[in-house]
């Protein structure tokens, strides 16, 4: 879709890892420069203690790995749909809704989005995956309606939503010139999302596509979960996780399994858990383990751990081998990690995308044969392991990829100037 002049509205992809803002233009690429020149913001809140300041994005991050003092807040999206979206939690001293914190992340989105377009913006398409929540359409709809109401307080009047594989499908059909029918698979931060539709440039000009869109379907698995189980199954036993207490317990897991997950990990940093952790200390079959875990505790480096577990990530989806520099858990502690330990430890979750996949063919009715391209969008779609078992349910398809991080925020731009104009 071609525009002759500037777009009315913006799209914003509000992301679990990464966000963006897209707004078609005569002659200009559909991103915007959100942070230093680049197209990404870190969907991520950083309550700077010593300072008494808010960062976002990168410079959040960097400041708390350079050690200031305060709260780090990130994966702020998967809090829509859950239990914890209408609780609180302290940030510097205060007790804040979470329902808040996501609002000052929205806002700032906002207003950087206008920042780098020059002009202000009153209506808006949001992404959103094609399930905030598995299998409870009320809790879904919730969610959804949470994110509006957050975006109109942040100062947008209009909103709309549209699927975020369906916004990816439109970034891709820009570059066709022959009709495709295409699966897009979209593996974000939380999601794994996959729409089954009929692209063309004659079916670019319609203003209803409905009709184009054959399938629609999705899970609530994505990169975080990919971080946490190769986290727990990797990383953790280092800190004691499955090790036995002297009574013949096993250790508790609960505490891993906060700070293997994003959005959980402040939950470890509370007086009762310090004060249960002390007790287990002294029925622990696994001291050096212990010391270990209260150090990243008291010292509150859970979400630089989950950074490591991250990179490692990353470096596992390009290679062999990845090792760890755990210094903050232990000087000189190097913690090593392969592909085929990666692979074990997240194989079930391939498995549940991979049925998920093709219920959504079968239900579609669409042999995989048919397919003609698979088009892969989102951060997490480099898993080699995750890749490979798509690929494997049509083999048939040809396999493109798009702008990881900029694909979807490309396509709600397109449809933000469909139907706002």
């Known amino acids: 879709m071609s525009v002759a002049t500037p777009a009315r509205a913006c799209g914003i992809d509000f992301g ?78 205060r007790s804040l809704p979470y329902r808040e914190l996501l609002g000052q992340f929205i806002a700032e989105l906002k207003r950087r989005t206008e920042a780098a377009a020059g002009r202000p913006f009153d209506q808006a398409v949001f992404g959103r995956p094609v399930f905030f929540v598995d299998d409870d359409p009320c809790a879904d709809r919730q969610a959804e309606q949470t994110l509006e109401a957050v975006a109109r307080a942040a100062g947008f009047r209009e909103i709309s939503f549209q699927f975020e594989p369906v916004a990816a499908a439109y970034h891709y059909e820009r570059q066709l010139d022959r009709e495709e029918l295409v699966l897009i698979a979209d593996i974000g931060g939380g999601t794994s999302d996959f729409s089954l539709i009929r692209l063309s440039p004659q079916r670019a000009q319609a203003a209803d596509r409905r009709g184009d869109l054959l399938a629609n379907g999705g899970v609530h698995i994505g990169g975080t979960n990919f971080d946490r189980h190769l986290s727990l199954e990797g990383v953790m036993p280092l800190l004691g996780y499955r090790s036995r207490l002297k009574r013949g317990l096993e250790m508790p897991s609960s505490y891993y399994m906060n700070l293997a997950t994003w959005h959980t990990i402040n939950q470890t940093y509370t007086r009762p858990v310090w004060a249960e952790l002390q007790e287990l200390y002294l029925d622990t079959q696994a001291p050096e383990a ?32 990845a090792t760890l520099r755990l210094d903050r858990l232990e000087p000189g502690l190097r913690h090593k990690l392969t592909r085929l330990e990666f692979e074990q430890a997240t194989r079930h979750l391939v498995e549940k995308i991979g049925a998920m996949l ?29 890749r490979h078992h798509i690929a494997s349910l049509l083999p048939l398809a040809r396999r493109m990829e798009g702008d990881l991080f900029g694909s979807i925020g490309s396509g709600l731009a397109v449809e933000a100037a469909r139907r706002f104009g």
């Open 16 to 93: 679990t890892s990464n966000s963006t803002a897209g707004w078609l233009r005569p002659d200009q690429p559909p991103l915007l420069a959100l942070e230093d020149g680049k197209f990404t913001l870190p969907s991520v809140i950083f309550f700077n203690a010593d300072e008494n300041t808010v960062s976002v994005g990168r410079a959040g991050l960097n400041e708390y790995l350079d050690g200031y003092e305060g709260r780090l807040m990130r994966a702020l999206k998967s809090l829509l749909g859950s239990p914890l979206m209408d609780g609180r939690t302290e940030v510097q001293g």
């Open 290 to 321: 212990m010391d270990r875990l209260l150090r990243l505790i008291r010292d509150r480096a859970g979400h630089w751990l989950a950074m490591q577990v991250e990179d490692a990530k990353i470096a596992l989806s390009n290679g062999a081998r």
């Open 358 to 386: 093709s219920r959504l063919l079968a239900d579609a009715g669409i042999r995989a044969d048919a397919v003609d391209t698979v088009f892969f969008t989102g951060g997490a779609s480099g898993v080699p392991l995750l």
